[in-house]
């Protein structure tokens, strides 16, 4: 903290910008996500503080810290994260997930405004946060990602985005870092989302008449040497889910790749079916597999409409400069939404991000909770075994020995 430049001039410093900041990460990650109760708590632990800190002039109040977070250089105070971060995790060969979030509750009170966002960076590994950069709304996000791709060392590193990163200025920024990528296309693009789907579709076909005539010989004989097929089954609450995934290295049917997409390598498809769990009257499950429910639906859910119906079928291309099988595609697409479920879920259940009021200060406060999120990822990794957020919090609270070992001590570097 101690690196963050202080936007007050150099007569007017009672306090000191570093350790008022330092007390509302402790607030935070003692499960104070507000600044007020976050300065509370510090001004109640102030003598357990002063252990650690001078605070000469004891703890900042609330219009101070919200002053002094609205004047911080947002972008400096980004940069003094990923230092702290990169010091404790190598971002050089890893998957990275990048998404925005919305700050729902920080345009709220403006009619007709949309809400602004930030782009996060995150290792899917580890779900440690690595970098984020604002963005004024989800129509940016696009222009954000070159920016963000930029502040980030992604040597040997590859990149998941969701489709409206499926760019070639974006795979452009990515090969020249010597990354690797793995995109989404959507109906968004639409003549490319065709072109991938139906030529997988048809291979699917063609592999299920081989694997049942060892003699049947196709017409895409060329294609069906690298083509790959991996199919799982989750039960995920009250339903089943089935997943395909589908990769061929036969690249040339894809019209882009003649121009625009040259660094594609591999093309897949994801395509998910959701079915309601089914039970007869004496509790057995008799939930119908994929096939016989997208012919004939079931008792709980209609036969879907067509074979993209998204309440209950999805189905998604893919676009990979690497050679990759079904599986290994399917891999990505998995660890791409952890940054939904392990971040931005996280964000809103356990430090309240989306009722946040916060204007000027919004980016800046954001960047506290990731400070906090990856001390207490950190910690959850290394001694709890995966608690949930908000008992994590409560050990912090209840233990200060963990504050000590993790605010003061410093965190040693996780490769």
Known sequence: MKTVPDPRCARKKKHDLAEVLMCLVIGYLCGKTTLRRSLEWARRHLKWLRKFMPLENGIASVATASRLLSGIDEELFSYAFMEWI??????RGIHIVIDGKALKAAGSKVRGTRAPMILNALDAATGLVIAQLPIADKSCELAGLPKLLELLDIRESTVTIDAIGTHTNIMESIVRKNGHFVFMVKKN???????ITSLLEELSEEYKKAKENAMYISKYAE???SYTESVTCDKNRD??????YRSCHAVDWLTKTESEWSFVRTIGQAKQVRILSVQDKDGNDITPDPETFLKEGSARQ???????????????GMVSDRILSAAEMGKYKREHWVIENALHYVLDSSFQEDRSPAKKSRNNLAL??????NIIR??????????????MMDEFADDLSFVERYVFKG???LD
């Open 86 to 91: 990169g010091e404790i995790l190598k971002t």
């Open 189 to 195: 693009q639409p003549d490319s989302y065709a072109e």
């Open 223 to 225: 294609e069906m040497e």
């Open 239 to 244: 339903r089943h889910e089935y997943r395909t």
């Open 302 to 316: 209609k036969k879907p409409e067509s074979d993209d119906d998204e309440a209950t079928v999805l189905s998604v």
């Open 368 to 373: 506290i909770r990731k400070f906090v999120y």
């Open 378 to 391: 950190i910690a959850s990794l290394r001694e709890t075994g995966q608690k949930p957020f908000l008992l």
């Open 411 to 413: 965190i040693e570097s």
